[in-house]
């Protein structure tokens, strides 16, 4: 079976002006694809209402998506979407349900008004009991609910034998077993493909034994997940798909950005006075530190923009933040413009030493600056997704600029992200 557990389609319920359009393209790029792949049931995530219910709905009633929802229903008390889906599976009937987490915000999508998420608990009670009532012997779960909340399906002591959801941290999690229950989280936005395998008994009556006859759940499954990478086989009806997606997407990103002019109109004026903190830009730095300049100079991230620009990519909001220096930061830019954020392209000082203007105000009092940059402050953008082979002692020590903390922390046998994660 290929099953979705949802959230999948956007990474936010709320869109800013201009951005419902492209993103809009993008969910229909995952849609067409996903009836490609020829999913056996797709659950409604949060994530996947921020469009609103009638969008999913007309993308069903266009590809027959196999959605899947208990909890979601209208004003009515009638579910939106099927509650559960049965499939004959190797002599199984394996029953699919799909569970919406109950603290969601409806007002905030646009025909929110209009439904309802009831208790996942009690309609997760009543769904199984029509789904054992069609003689399932096995059940999945696929939820958008946070692990206290799988656990306590568990603790209610439903017959559910696999909990699939996503994680609100974005990553992937080894599978967990609670109280004979498998439970497993995948990260959100579609970047690892999770294979799990069940051994049974030749009369497909169970989950498989071993020759002791001690049911063992740890010998009876085994887990995998696939990172999918850009040397991962591609379809070529679907990446014909993409090359036009990504083109009209990439128009549409330019169209807003030359739409934003320069000023308090899009926000990318910084605050006056030495009371409010706001970057500066790398050319007043260079005025009093030359040689870090120069050193800075020599630096990928003195270029960081320029590979943005390769990709096309200079107007994507989810990739310049990383790109530049104060992205909706205060005292940075709000807005992505062609010519507004122009003093703020590349990886400034400022992206590692916070803005500059106390310290430039105080005559380069080092009091107003952050002087030495921690781990942490690498990994908001240096995540193992985007930089897997990133080791914080080696990538510090690169680009110091000159800091004698930096060269200190250089170690041996250091691992990348990747790695430590394992």
């Known amino acids: 079976m290929v099953l979705s557990y949802g959230n999948t389609l956007f990474k936010k319920t709320r869109f800013r002006d201009g951005e419902k359009d492209y993103r809009r393209l993008v969910s229909d790029l995952i849609l067409k694809t996903y009836n490609v792949i020829g999913f056996d049931a797709i659950n409604i995530g949060e994530y996947d209402l921020s469009l609103g219910v009638n969008y ?5 009633k266009r590809m027959s998506l196999p959605f899947i929802s208990a909890n979601l229903k209208n004003k009515k008390g009638q579910s939106v979407f099927r509650p559960f889906r049965i499939m004959e599976i190797d002599g199984f009937r394996v029953g699919v349900l799909g569970l919406m987490k109950e603290k969601i915000h409806l007002s905030r999508i646009p025909d929110g008004n209009h439904y309802k998420i009831e208790d996942p608990f009690e309609t997760a009670k009543e769904e199984i009991t029509r789904m054992k009532a069609k003689r399932v012997n096995f059940i999945i779960l696929l939820t958008d609910m946070t692990t206290m909340g799988c656990k306590k399906i568990v603790s209610l002591h439903l017959p559910v034998d696999i ?7 974005n990553r992937y999690a080894l599978p967990r077993i609670f109280e004979q229950r498998i439970l497993l989280h995948l990260d959100r936005y579609g970047k690892h493909i999770g294979k799990l395998t069940l051994f049974c008994d030749k009369k497909g009556k169970g989950l498989w034994k071993p020759p002791t006859g001690e049911f063992s759940l740890h010998q009876s499954f ?4 696939v990172p999918i990478k850009k040397n991962f086989p591609q379809d070529e009806k679907i990446a014909q798909w993409m090359e036009v997606y990504l083109e009209k997407i ?5 169209q ?6 320069e000023g308090e109109e899009t926000g990318n004026a910084p605050p006056s006075g030495d009371h409010n903190k ?3 830009g790398v050319k007043t730095c260079k005025k009093c530190h030359p040689k870090e300049f120069a050193r800075w100079s020599e630096t990928r991230h003195s270029r960081a923009y320029l590979s943005l620009i390769k990709k096309g990519s200079q107007y994507d909001e989810d990739c310049v933040g990383c790109h530049v220096v104060g992205f909706r930061e205060k005292g940075g830019f709000k807005v992505i413009s062609k010519r507004g954020m122009v003093p703020f392209v590349n990886v400034q000082c400022e992206a590692c030493h916070g803005p500059g203007s106390l310290h430039v105000s105080g005559g380069g009092d080092i009091t107003r600056i952050q002087k030495f ?25 690169r680009l110091s ?9 250089k170690v041996k046998n250091a691992k990348p992200l990747s790695l430590q994660h394992k």
């Open 56 to 60: 999913l709905k007309r993308w069903q």
């Open 163 to 169: 909990i699939i959801g996503s994680n609100r941290y």
């Open 222 to 225: 085994h887990n995998a997940y």
């Open 250 to 254: 990439r128009i549409l990103k330019a």
């Open 256 to 261: 807003l950005a030359a739409s934003h002019g």
């Open 278 to 280: 706001r970057y500066v």
């Open 373 to 397: 940059v921690s781990r942490k402050t690498c990994l908001r953008c240096h995540t193992e997704e985007h930089s897997p082979d990133f080791i914080y002692s080696v990538y510090s020590f």
């Open 401 to 409: 600029c000159g800091n004698k903390t930096a060269k200190r922390n």
